[in-house]
């Protein structure tokens, strides 16, 4: 079992960055493709970006690209969204997201959840 906490939210203004940080316990997630999603208020939670377990591939979401960066970092078996250039569109609750196969990623799932992180971004 793997728990996942997102950590890194809050309420920042047009134009400024967020960093996102996803911690996990209970198994490595070496072996896991990880992934970020987000729901905003009274939307389906849509799919932001995503990358293998060796992070040598990501894929973005067409609305952040350029803007957003997925990283990880396997020895500290943590998942990273670094977030510039927001706009008011991106606000939403965030969650980190891991699937032992990333096709699940891609269809819009995954094995396990964290409990989200709220980012507000004002005009």
């Known amino acids: 079992q793997v728990q996942l906490v997102e950590s890194g939210g809050g309420l920042v203004q047009a134009g400024g960055s967020l960093r996102l940080s996803c911690a996990a316990s209970?198994?490595?997630?070496?072996?896991?493709?990880m992934g970020w999603f987000r729901q905003a208020p009274g939307k389906e939670r849509e799919f932001v970006a995503r990358?293998?377990?060796?992070?040598?591939?990501?894929y973005y979401a067409d609305s952040v690209k350029g803007r957003f960066t997925i990283s990880r970092d396997n020895a500290k078996n943590a998942l990273y969204l670094q977030m510039n250039s927001l706009k008011p569109e991106d606000t939403a609750v965030y969650y980190c997201?891991?699937?032992?196969?990333?096709?699940?990623?891609?269809?819009?799932?995954?094995?396990?959840w964290g409990q989200g992180t709220q980012v507000i971004v004002s005009s």
């Open positions: 997201a891991a699937a032992g196969n990333i096709d699940l990623l891609r269809r819009g799932g995954a094995n396990y």
């Open positions: 990358i293998s377990w060796s992070g040598d591939t990501t």
């Open positions: 209970g198994r490595t997630l070496s072996s896991l493709a």
